[in-house]
């Protein structure tokens, strides 16, 4: 295309200074990638029996570890490096203070270290820490305080970074005024938008509850009041995940499969519609919760159900802009444009794949949403079948596709090897393929999520699909594949960091079919769309929390507390069969570690 | 606005080249899609789940 | 703003696809009648089961013409009654509360499955039909030993449960 000899300048060339904190952050994001999944197959192999290297008991220790680096830090690291790529790209200018931009990142480090720590700190009793709690920590069992500081000051940090994305979208408005707001940089500020919106609940429920009461400083909290709050947040983070898989979509895949973008406008309209739809539906997590009313349930579901739309949407554009790559290639007959495609290409392959599960994933989450089908699912390792689809390859795929073609821009080094690159990406998929399948299937049986040992000594499970221990095997073998192929990613990448940098790696983007021109202005009102996401989580949300409180008060109907911090999970054991610890003892145990 | 990337793109004007383009391909893909995801869930839902044991009904 | 024809093509399909779910489970709820789980049970204090009047004792006791109740308590790391015995061709409903932390109530393989939050009783009601023995299963994390929460509900013969409740050392 003609862009070629305007591209001979990569992303480095042109902004050096925000080019090395984009490759900062996705090697935060990338070393959290390689322990998530060093847990992932202790885990994997550990449920399935076919290798226990820990006790049991520390199965949960792995497992929290998994779930946080995984969703929150892997995912999130990403998602910074990219949107300031992003929004430095798109706006063509440099981030307004280099130093705001490193504080951030610095503390969203801090406080992941944090987190991080108390929760490895689990492994040895030599250090009385501990935070057991897997990532959704519902209270009333209690992790060691710093679990809780570190996630909050990782939040504060990515706020950081979204004020640091609005401040230089503002300034580059006052330079080019009556502009429409670049693509990129209106997908990156309509997700801030909705971070803002849907972290400022778990923020709260850590801040005024769970911390205060790891520190002693409150008796107890009420489990409904923080579940809520927790799932309030833990919805819309699913959507924080998949954002940046979306942008690389809709802006890159289009180009790498040689054509452009289908519809701006559209994608325009598919991120307000997150904004607006994310929040209000935390709700479908508690399906089965006790203490919400069932019509708040139902509200919940109709909000999910119409969060399908943007997906359905963006199923077709983003499709529809690589069959016109195609065609532009030559590709021809209905479905045979297909094989017109650049398959060779890892970014390719591996963005196409993700989508491809993704679309998979989009079935098993219509199950989700459905109000009473939970029954049969919830809490079953169909839901771990679920989300390895969506989060676990839509954005993981995606993510480590676009590090094939992104790195080089940030780094004007070619990637070490792009066959095993290509291979690396298919072998996810191959992997993906069989350890989901497979969970999805146990969990139609009824074989429960996050346990350790899911065979029991009353009773079998019944047959469904294959009998439970060749779905164990087919979970086993998945998980292996899927150890490997991070493996070679990384492997590759370290060994393209040993590269010499060359020149003439620019890549472009072209220009949507359809431009922001036909997109109505009112698009880009973020005020209005930020208004009328409030609005709906006011309406959603106000009346079950005042239901909530109502019921059990702020602090809970008469609650313990169990630390997994200061009773050792023997302990625990031990007491199995007698009264657990109440919160009295619990309290003067923490006078004593005063 | 020729020396950088096409960072400010999304703004130009790209009437020149925007030949009406028929993506029957995706529709076909996406029909195919959609006739899956109906037929799974009538399965999942009235047989799979409606089908058990201890339904819930109060 | 022009979409293309085929993308509103697929934009109603979409709706029509959102419908088709939302219908079904509405389907559900009105032709089978599930019901959910919901805020029907008032709170207890879950540090004082013991001086609660269903919870003291966790049994299944018969509430009315082939109606049974079912208290149940779930705690680190077990629940209680265990088996939970059950008459065939009954309605039963579940009353499971939590005297610790938040567990999962689930009958393995079935539809009866809940969550049990201390603070809250989550009351579930099903029709039982042939004698069966299910697994029962802690599906929520509860601590180091969570793997090893399980349980029995044992849907018996008329006959059978009468024996058990009659004899030895039922009520
Ligand atoms: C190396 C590849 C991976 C393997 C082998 C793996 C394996 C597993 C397994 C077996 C579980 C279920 C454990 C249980 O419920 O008992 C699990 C849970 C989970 N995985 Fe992965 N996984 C991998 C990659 C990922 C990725 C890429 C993500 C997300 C970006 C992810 C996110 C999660 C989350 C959030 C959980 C749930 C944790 C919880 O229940 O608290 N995993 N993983
Ligand atoms: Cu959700
Ligand atoms: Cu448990």
Same mark, same amino acid.
């Given at each position: 295309?003609?862009?070629?000899?305007?591209?001979?300048?990569?992303?480095?060339?042109?902004?050096?200074?925000?080019?090395?904190?984009?490759?900062?952050?996705?090697?935060?994001?990338?070393?959290?990638?390689?322990?998530?999944?060093?847990?992932?197959?202790?885990?994997?192999?550990?449920?399935?029996?076919?290798?226990?290297?820990?006790?049991?008991?520390?199965?949960?220790?792995?497992?929290?570890?998994?779930?946080?680096?995984?969703?929150?830090?892997?995912?999130?690291?990403?998602? =910074?490096? /990219?949107?300031?790529?992003? %929004?430095?790209?798109?706006?063509?200018?440099?981030?307004?203070?280099?130093?705001?931009?490193?504080?951030?990142?610095?503390?969203?480090? %801090?406080?992941?270290?944090?987190?991080?720590?108390?929760?490895?700190?689990?492994?040895?009793?030599?250090?009385?820490?501990?935070?057991?709690?897997?990532?959704?920590?519902?209270?009333?069992?209690?992790?060691?305080?710093?679990?809780?500081?570190?996630?909050?000051?990782?939040?504060?940090?990515?706020?950081?970074?979204?004020?640091?994305?609005?401040?230089?979208?503002?300034?580059?408005?006052?330079?080019?005024?009556?502009?429409?707001?670049?693509?990129?940089?209106?997908?990156?500020?309509?997700?801030?938008?909705?971070?803002?919106?849907?972290?400022?609940?778990?923020?709260?429920?850590?801040?005024?509850?769970?911390?205060?009461?790891?520190?002693?400083?409150?008796?107890? =909290?009420?489990?409904?009041?923080?579940?809520?709050?927790?799932?309030?947040?833990?919805?819309? %983070?699913?959507?924080?995940?998949?954002?940046?898989?979306?942008?690389?979509?809709?802006?890159?895949?289009?180009?790498?499969?040689?054509?452009?973008?289908?519809?701006?406008?559209?994608?325009?309209?598919?991120?307000?519609?997150?904004?607006?739809?994310?929040?209000?539906?935390?709700?479908?997590?508690?399906?089965?919760?006790?203490?919400?009313?069932?019509?708040?349930?139902?509200?919940?579901?109709?909000?999910?159900?119409? /969060?399908?739309?943007?997906?359905?949407?963006?199923?077709?554009?983003?499709?529809?802009?690589?069959?016109?790559?195609?065609?532009?290639?030559?590709?021809? &007959?209905?479905?045979?444009?297909?094989?017109?495609?650049?398959?060779?290409?890892?970014?390719?392959?591996?963005?196409?794949?993700?989508?491809?599960?993704?679309?998979?994933?989009?079935?098993?989450?219509?199950?989700?949403?459905?109000?009473?089908?939970?029954?049969?699912?919830?809490?079953?390792?169909?839901?771990?079948?679920?989300?390895?689809?969506? =989060? &676990?390859?839509?954005?993981?795929?995606?993510?480590?596709?676009?590090?094939?073609?992104?790195?080089?821009?940030?780094?004007?080094?070619?990637?070490?090897?792009?066959?095993?690159? /290509?291979?690396?990406? =298919?072998?996810?998929?191959?992997?993906?393929?069989?350890?989901?399948?497979?969970?999805?299937?146990?969990?139609?049986?009824?074989?429960?999520?996050?346990?350790?040992?899911?065979?029991?000594?009353?009773?079998?499970?019944?047959?469904?699909?294959?009998?439970?221990?060749?779905?164990?095997?087919?979970?086993?073998?998945?998980?292996?594949?899927?150890?490997?192929?991070?493996?070679?990613?990384?492997?590759?990448?370290?060994?393209?960091?040993?590269?010499?940098?060359?020149?003439?790696?620019?890549?472009?983007?072209?220009?949507?079919?359809?431009?922001?021109?036909?997109?109505?202005?009112?698009?880009?009102?973020?005020?209005?769309?930020?208004?009328?996401?409030?609005?709906?989580?006011?309406?959603?949300?106000?009346?079950?929390?005042?239901?909530?409180?109502?019921?059990?008060?702020?602090?809970?109907?008469?609650?313990?507390?169990?630390? %997994?911090?200061?009773?050792?999970?023997?302990?625990?054991?031990?007491?199995?069969?007698?009264?657990?610890?109440?919160?009295?003892?619990?309290?003067?145990?923490?006078?004593?570690?005063? | 606005?020729?020396?950088?990337?096409?960072?400010?793109?999304?703004?130009?004007?790209?009437?020149?080249?925007?030949?009406?383009?028929?993506?029957?391909?995706?529709?076909?893909?996406?029909?195919?899609?959609?006739?899956?995801?109906?037929?799974?869930?009538?399965?999942?839902?009235?047989?799979?789940?409606?089908?058990?044991?201890?339904?819930?009904?109060? | 703003?022009?979409?293309?024809?085929?993308?509103?093509?697929?934009?109603?399909?979409?709706?029509?696809?959102?419908?088709?779910?939302?219908?079904?489970?509405?389907?559900?709820?009105?032709?089978?009648?599930?019901?959910?789980?919901?805020?029907?049970?008032?709170?207890?204090?879950?540090?004082?089961?013991?001086?609660?009047?269903?919870?003291?004792?966790?049994?299944? *006791?018969?509430?009315?013409?082939?109606?049974?109740?079912?208290?149940?308590?779930?705690?680190?790391?077990?629940?209680?009654?265990?088996?939970?015995?059950?008459?065939?061709?009954?309605?039963?409903?579940?009353?499971?509360?939590?005297?610790?932390?938040?567990?999962?109530?689930?009958?393995?393989?079935?539809?009866?499955?809940?969550?049990?939050?201390?603070?809250?009783?989550? *009351?579930?009601?099903?029709?039982?039909?042939?004698?069966?023995?299910?697994?029962?299963?802690?599906? *929520?994390?509860?601590?180091?030993?969570?793997?090893?929460?399980?349980?029995?509900?044992?849907?018996?013969?008329?006959?059978?449960? *009468?024996?058990?409740?009659?004899?030895?050392?039922?009520?």
């Amino acid at each position: 295309m003609s862009e070629a000899i305007e591209g001979d300048r990569t992303f480095v060339d042109k902004f050096p200074e925000e080019a090395r904190i984009v490759r900062a952050a996705l090697l935060s994001s990338f070393l959290a990638l390689v322990i998530g999944a060093v847990l992932g197959i202790i885990q994997t192999l550990h449920r399935t029996d076919v290798a226990r290297i820990i006790p049991s008991t520390d199965y949960y220790t792995v497992l929290t570890a998994h779930g946080v680096f995984m969703v929150i830090s892997f995912t999130i690291f990403f998602l =910074v490096g /990219l949107f300031t790529w992003a %929004v430095t790209r798109s706006l063509d200018r440099p981030l307004i203070d280099i130093r705001i931009t490193w504080t951030w990142y610095a503390i969203m480090a %801090v406080g992941m270290t944090m987190t991080g720590v108390s929760i490895l700190a689990g492994f040895t009793d030599a250090i009385d820490m501990s935070a057991d709690v897997l990532f959704t920590f519902y209270a009333p069992l209690q992790a060691h305080p710093m679990f809780y500081a570190g996630l909050a000051v990782f939040i504060v940090g990515s706020w950081i970074a979204g004020a640091d994305y609005f401040r230089t979208w503002l300034a580059w408005k006052r330079e080019n005024p009556g502009e429409r707001i670049p693509l990129q940089t209106f997908m990156v500020l309509m997700t801030m938008a909705m971070w803002y919106i849907a972290s400022s609940a778990v923020a709260a429920s850590v801040l005024i509850f769970l911390l205060p009461w790891s520190l002693g400083l409150i008796d107890q =909290v009420n489990p409904t009041l923080t579940r809520t709050l927790f799932w309030f947040f833990g919805h819309p %983070v699913v959507y924080f995940w998949l954002m940046p898989a979306y942008l690389l979509w809709y802006t890159v895949l289009p180009k790498i499969a040689g054509g452009r973008l289908f519809s701006d406008p559209l994608a325009r309209v598919v991120f307000v519609l997150f904004l607006l739809l994310s929040t209000p539906v935390g709700i479908h997590h508690q399906y089965l919760d006790p203490g919400i009313a069932e019509g708040f349930k139902f509200i919940s579901m109709t909000n999910t159900m119409f /969060l399908l739309l943007p997906s359905l949407l963006t199923a077709f554009t983003v499709v529809a802009s690589v069959e016109y790559g195609a065609r532009q290639r030559g590709g021809t &007959g209905l479905l045979g444009w297909l094989t017109d495609l650049p398959w060779r290409k890892p970014e390719f392959t591996g963005m196409m794949l993700a989508g491809l599960m993704f679309a998979a994933g989009g079935f098993s989450g219509m199950v989700n949403a459905g109000m009473n089908i939970n029954y049969m699912i919830h809490n079953t390792i169909w839901v771990p079948g679920h989300f390895h689809l969506t =989060v &676990g390859t839509a954005v993981a795929l995606t993510f480590m596709a676009a590090t094939y073609w992104i790195w080089p821009q940030i780094s004007n080094k070619p990637i070490y090897s792009r066959a095993v690159g /290509l291979f690396q990406v =298919v072998l996810w998929f191959i992997g993906m393929a069989l350890m989901s399948n497979a969970m999805h299937a146990q969990g139609i049986m009824g074989v429960p999520r996050r346990t350790a040992e899911p065979e029991y000594s009353g009773f079998e499970y019944a047959t469904m699909f294959g009998g439970y221990e060749e779905l164990n095997i087919q979970i086993a073998i998945g998980g292996t594949l899927l150890f490997v192929s991070t493996i070679l990613f990384i492997g590759n990448l370290v060994l393209t960091m040993g590269n010499p940098k060359v020149s003439g790696l620019a890549e472009t983007l072209p220009p949507a079919l359809s431009g922001p021109d036909d997109a109505p202005r009112v698009l880009d009102n973020l005020r209005l769309w930020v208004a009328i996401a409030v609005t709906l989580v006011v309406l959603a949300y106000a009346l079950p929390l005042a239901a909530i409180i109502n019921r059990g008060g702020l602090l809970g109907p008469g609650v313990g507390t169990y630390p %997994v911090w200061l009773a050792p999970g023997l302990d625990a054991l031990a007491n199995a069969a007698t009264p657990p610890l109440a919160g009295d003892a619990w309290a003067s145990l923490v006078e004593v570690v005063r | 606005m020729g020396r950088n990337e096409t960072a400010h793109a999304p703004a130009d004007d790209v009437s020149g080249d925007t030949e009406e383009f028929d993506p029957i391909g995706t529709l076909t893909l996406i029909g195919i899609y959609f006739t899956i995801l109906v037929l799974s869930w009538v399965y999942i839902y009235y047989i799979e789940f409606l089908g058990r044991d201890l339904v819930v009904v109060g | 703003m022009h979409i293309h024809a085929y993308e509103k093509l697929w934009l109603a399909a979409s709706v029509l696809l959102i419908l088709l779910l939302l219908g079904s489970v509405t389907y559900g709820a009105v032709g089978p009648g599930v019901a959910m789980v919901s805020d029907s049970e008032q709170p207890v204090d879950a540090t004082a089961l013991d001086e609660d009047e269903r919870f003291s004792e966790p049994r299944v *006791e018969q509430v009315g013409e082939n109606e049974y109740a079912a208290y149940v308590v779930a705690f680190q790391f077990g629940f209680q009654p265990d088996p939970i015995v059950i008459p065939e061709d009954s309605t039963v409903t579940f009353y499971v509360t939590s005297r610790d932390v938040i567990h999962g109530f689930e009958v393995a393989g079935t539809n009866a499955n809940t969550m049990v939050v201390p603070g809250e009783v989550s *009351e579930i009601t099903v029709e039982t039909d042939e004698p069966t023995e299910y697994g029962l299963i802690c599906n *929520e994390y509860c601590g180091a030993g969570h793997h090893v929460m399980e349980g029995k509900v044992n849907v018996v013969s008329q006959a059978e449960y *009468e024996n058990q409740t009659s004899g030895g050392d039922g009520e």
